[in-house]
Each structure stands twice: as structure tokens, then as C-alpha cells.
Nanobody
């Protein structure tokens, strides 16, 4: 059974930095895609950043230039370094990992970690 364990959330002042980490377990091979999504109160879950096993990254415009996603395929971990945080970055951040097997994509989600940015 796949499990994603997130860490690194917390309370930070505007302009500060946080690093989120996520470790996936339960699969023999590293995930095809890993990423971070977030959901603010009253809003839909949205993409923050993703990274493929080959290292191709994708960022939401709202975090581009302020965040860096990275992964360790051998350890099946993904991290998100967020700098210059803004109050609007406040949300629950979810780690996601996707495996593609015989053309079928299956995505697993972590429990979420709260990030609160105070003004």
C-alpha cells in the first residue's frame, strides 16, 4: 500500500521561507510524477509544482520564481522550497505521487500539511 508522509509545514511570517518534504513508500519503483498541490479555505485544490522522474518541472504562475521543487528518485522523495512567502500562500499543502503502469495512471495523496503565512 502506498503511503506519502509529508513534513515541514508551519507558521511563518510574510517574506520567510519553508521547505516541505514528502517520502513515498510502498512501491518498488519510483513514481513517474511527484508534486505539490494546495487548498486554501473555501477554494479548490490547485497545483503548486510538479516534477517528473526525468526532472522536468512545472510551476503555478503564483509561485514561479519563488519556489523550487526537487526529488530524489532513489529515495522516492520530493521537496518544495518556498521563499518570499505571502499570506495568500496560506493553505493545506498536499504531496502527490503518480505511477503509470500499462498506461494507467494512479495518483496517491498525502494527508496534507498546513502552511500559514502571517502578514
Amino acid at each position: 500500500q502506498v503511503q506519502l508522509a509529508e513534513s515541514g509545514g508551519g507558521l511563518v511570517q510574510a517574506g520567510g521561507s519553508l521547505r516541505l518534504s514528502c517520502a513515498a513508500s510502498g512501491r518498488r519503483f519510483s513514481a513517474n510524477d511527484m508534486g505539490w498541490y494546495r487548498q486554501a479555505p473555501g477554494k479548490q485544490r490547485e497545483l503548486v509544482a510538479t516534477i517528473t522522474s526525468g526532472g522536468t518541472t512545472n510551476y503555478a504562475d503564483s509561485v514561479k520564481g519563488r519556489s523550487t521543487i526537487s526529488r530524489d528518485n532513489a529515495k522516492n522523495t520530493v521537496s518544495l522550497q518556498m521563499n518570499s512567502l505571502k499570506p495568500e500562500d496560506t493553505a493545506v499543502y498536499y504531496c502527490a505521487a503518480t505511477w503509470v503502469v500499462l498506461g494507467t495512471r494512479t495518483t496517491y495523496w498525502g494527508q496534507g500539511t498546513q502552511v500559514t503565512v502571517s502578514s
